[in-house]
């Protein structure tokens, strides 16, 4: 996708990278501004812009999800009213599919977007991930918070990026970020085995979660082309076209399948830089 | 650590040989003669032999170092990479080459490992400052004992270190194999080293490709001090013995005269009994092979009577076996370890086992029966205990795994046995003679050739696979004779005494000008020979 040269993109994120670590491997508290370390307009002209909306979608059998066990863990168990289940699989009452990563694939072109200063928040609270599925921009600084006072190791495994794993023993934040895109880094609790988070991290803001209703928008496009991309733990991934019009709402939709289930998802896969052709992920027609 | 190194390079470049040395070796032919065959010849860990060890070598491609200076998910430093090519990683399959190659073969390696990666590219890491250690006073020690409590170390470490904590049975590493919690009771087994610095450094920087975190966040943050860190390190150092045990071949049990062996295996008489130190291997010669035993020492303890002897054995095991929380560890860690070989274990759920085997009769020579519990010219008399309240059985084995227990009314051994904070300890008596011929009879002041096998349940061992010794000897040492102790005080005195008379008589006799009278003299020599003979 983009022929930039490495060299801007990673001497923009070195420096992010080094205010968002401090000197000795991350200031707790500390606000990560990528956005101060190179400050930049959004090259988008909000007057022009379009929006998309995606309706997410799941038929057929619902897979079953486990019941997570927490009686070993007094404390997260009293944070749950009823026993909470793996986050494998959300789905809302009208079909919709929960924890979806949709983002933009294609067709921004050499567009570069300022980091966000503003922090992306993960929380550990009742020994789960919250949210479940997540993104962040490149360079943007991720909050991991202890909520449960409780020892939590918090364990990401990019195969693009720079691993971490930090321990967070009491209730506190702890700053990270991740300098390169990948869709999706895995996140995982080695104390408690149950807990995993998956992380999509691109170069630009038009990424966005599905919640319960399997509801998305991604606002704020220049007029054009794109490839949108949805991603799911358990089924893959689906792409489609849309073209964005001024002041237009494209809408789209993905219904994933239980047909679906077993294909490849792309953890840890490149989406540009490394591999040009996009990812290796099984794009479903 | 740093500075040698810094040293080393400053002269090397003074003299100007270490670039032209490293010009000449080919790093990749160096990988290729004495790495690949584990960590395969592309890097990623899969070399023919990685099948056997359990972690896995190390896939370069990923650049994921468990041993560094550096901070969390940062690259290693060369002398990182240098430093564990030089002296191995303990506990597992990696060996040190330092004495095998040449320092610039070792220099083109660590350069030729991160040519293996894409993510040596960029700019040199830097250490991390670890400043200095701070002293191990047993006050440091008491508040590395609080640290462990607030950091929570037990969650995986258990709460006596053993790796038996709750998380432990869930572990695995970044290529989702089963990894263990490390047994902080045996620091030559830690990965990256076993002293205060070495553990202090590896709380600093995690071990990164394992579940082990960096603690350096919550330093930064306040939550403890760099000296509680230290502190953390002096306790978890404190759980070892101070030196790494030496391995005696002969146990000696102690003559109790005052009193029967322990029946128990709180009995104080243990505090004070030596400890023996048996390095255990997997069983590798028979099939099925076992090249993942999860016991590697156990701790042998030996008294007798003169009527009885008992053997204390303890060794670290996180379960007592078959756990149902590890029930899942066990089918991992046969999934990626079971050998294809025949009649190879493949489900969990086998009890945990310890066997202690004899010659079934002592040779006039050194001959003994072959280790593995015997071969059919020369069977093996074992005893077999089993975790699940089977007790203790005597058996005669012809071969591994081929013992065949005695008859009900020829079993003369007693046994107890405790599982506690990740421990097996158990205590196996038997008369030194019994009425039943096929029994070996210990005798006192001979040494007997003894060997060891030990077997966890939940980390999938059963049958042959399991870990084992090779002989030891089990001395029961005599009743010491009285003169031993009466001896030499009266020789001593006597000569004294002679001493004195001499100097006298000399002094006298220099003094008065005149000799000593033969008889005297001869007197002494009288009353020594005599006594001499006494003590023969």
Redesign the interface.
């Known amino acids: 996708m983009s022929e930039r040269p490495f060299g801007t993109r990673?001497a923009l994120v070195a420096v992010a990278l080094l205010v968002a670590?401090?000197c000795?491997?991350?200031?707790?508290?500390g606000e990560a501004g990528g956005g101060e370390a190179a400050p930049m307009e959004s090259p988008v002209d909000p007057a022009t812009a379009g929006h998309v909306s995606a309706a997410v979608t799941f038929s057929g059998t619902a897979p079953t999800t486990a019941p997570i066990n927490m009686s070993?863990e007094r404390v997260c168990a009293e944070k749950h009213a009823t026993q909470p289940t793996e986050q494998s699989f959300v789905a809302g009452p009208n079909g919709g599919l929960a924890n979806v990563f949709v983002y933009v694939r294609e067709g921004l072109g050499d567009l570069q977007f300022p980091t966000p200063s503003a922090a992306v928040v993960l929380d550990q609270d009742g020994c789960v991930y919250d949210p479940h599925v997540l993104g962040a921009q490149v360079g943007q600084s991720l909050t991991i918070r202890n909520s449960d006072g409780?020892?939590h190791?918090?364990?990401a495994?990019p195969?693009e990026n720079?691993?971490?794993?930090?321990?967070?023993?009491?209730n506190?934040d702890?700053n990270r970020s991740f300098s390169v895109p990948e869709v999706m880094i895995p996140v995982q609790c080695?104390?408690?085995?149950w807990m995993n988070a998956y992380i999509g991290v691109v170069e630009h803001p038009y990424y966005a979660v599905s919640d319960a209703n399997g509801s998305v928008s991604l606002e704020g496009l220049p007029p054009g082309d794109y490839v949108v991309e949805a991603w799911h733990e358990r089924y893959g991934t689906m792409s489609t076209n849309v073209t964005v019009a001024t002041g237009q709402t494209a809408e789209i939709s993905f219904e994933f399948t239980d047909e679906m289930a077993g294909s490849y998802v792309p953890i840890g896969a490149p989406i540009d830089l490394?591999h040009p052709d996009g990812h290796r992920g099984v794009d479903h027609p | 650590m740093m500075r040698p190194s810094v040293v080393v390079w400053g002269v090397a470049a003074l003299l100007g040989s270490a670039p032209a040395a490293r010009a000449q070796v080919d790093g990749q032919a160096v990988y290729d003669r004495w790495c690949a065959g584990c960590h395969g010849v592309d890097g990623t860990g899969n070399g023919p032999a990685a099948r056997t060890m359990l972690p896995r070598p190390r896939d370069f491609t990923t650049a994921l170092y468990q041993v560094r200076t550096t901070a969390t998910g940062e690259l290693p430093t060369d002398e990182d990479i240098l430093h564990v090519i030089d002296v191995g990683m303990p506990g597992t399959a990696m060996p040190g080459w330092e004495d095998v190659l040449s320092r610039a073969e070792r220099d083109a390696l660590v350069e030729y490992l991160k040519s293996l990666s894409r993510f040596f590219q960029g700019d040199a890491p830097e250490a991390l400052d670890f400043g200095s250690a701070t002293r191990g006073t047993d006050e440091a020690v008491a508040r590395g004992r609080e640290v462990y409590e607030t950091v929570e170390c037990w969650r995986c470490h258990g709460q006596q270190g053993r790796g038996d904590g709750e998380s432990a049975p869930t572990l695995e590493d970044d290529r989702g194999v089963p990894i263990v919690a490390a047994d902080l009771t045996q620091s030559w087994t830690f990965n990256g080293g076993g002293t205060v610095e070495d553990i202090y450094r590896r709380l600093r920087t995690g071990l990164d490709g394992t579940p082990m975190p960096t603690f350096s966040d919550i330093v930064d943050a306040g939550v403890i001090s760099d000296d509680d860190l230290w502190a953390l390190a002096h306790y978890v150092r404190s759980l070892s013995p101070q030196r790494t045990p030496r391995v005696r071949e002969v146990v000696a049990a102690e003559l109790l005269t005052d009193r029967p062996v322990p029946q128990t295996i709180d009995d104080p008489a243990w505090q004070t009994a030596d400890r023996f130190y048996v390095p255990l291997a997997g069983q590798i010669v028979v099939r099925p092979r076992w090249f993942n035993p999860r016991v590697d020492g156990l701790w042998v303890q030996a008294l007798h009577d003169g009527q009885d002897v008992a053997l204390l054995v303890s060794w670290t095991d996180p379960s007592e076996s078959p756990a149902p929380q590890w029930a899942d560890y066990a089918r991992r860690v046969l999934e990626v370890m079971g050998p294809d070989d025949e009649g190879a274990a493949t489900e969990p759920g086998a009890p945990d086992q310890l066997v202690v085997q004899f010659p079934q009769e002592l040779s006039e020579g050194l001959e003994r029966p072959y280790f593995l519990q015997g071969d059919p010219r020369r069977p093996a008399y074992t005893w077999t205990w089993q975790s699940g309240g089977g007790g203790v059985i005597e058996g005669v084995a012809r071969g591994m795994g081929s013992a065949i227990p005695q008859a009900p009314e020829a079993q003369h051994l007693r046994a107890a046995a405790q599982h506690e904070d990740g421990q097996w300890k158990v205590l196996i008596r038997r008369g030194l003679a019994t009425d039943d011929e096929e029994d070996l009879a210990l005798p006192v002041g001979r040494a007997v050739p003894m060997a060891f096998q030990a077997w966890d349940g939940d980390n999938g061992e059963r049958g042959n696979q399991g870990a084992v010794s090779t002989w030891y000897f089990l001395f029961l040492r005599q009743r010491t004779p009285r003169a031993v102790y009466v001896a030499p005080p009266v020789a001593l005195a006597l000569t004294l005494a002679f001493g004195v008379l001499l100097i006298r008589q000399t002094q006298r006799s220099a003094g008065a000008g005149g000799r000593s009278g033969p008889g005297e003299s001869a007197q002494f020599e009288a009353s020594t020979s005599t006594e001499d003979g006494g003590i023969r």
């Open positions: 990673y670590a401090g000795g491997g991350g200031e707790p508290g070993s409780i020892l190791n918090i364990k495994s195969s720079r691993p971490f794993n930090v321990s967070q023993p009491v506190m702890t080695d104390v408690h085995s490394f």
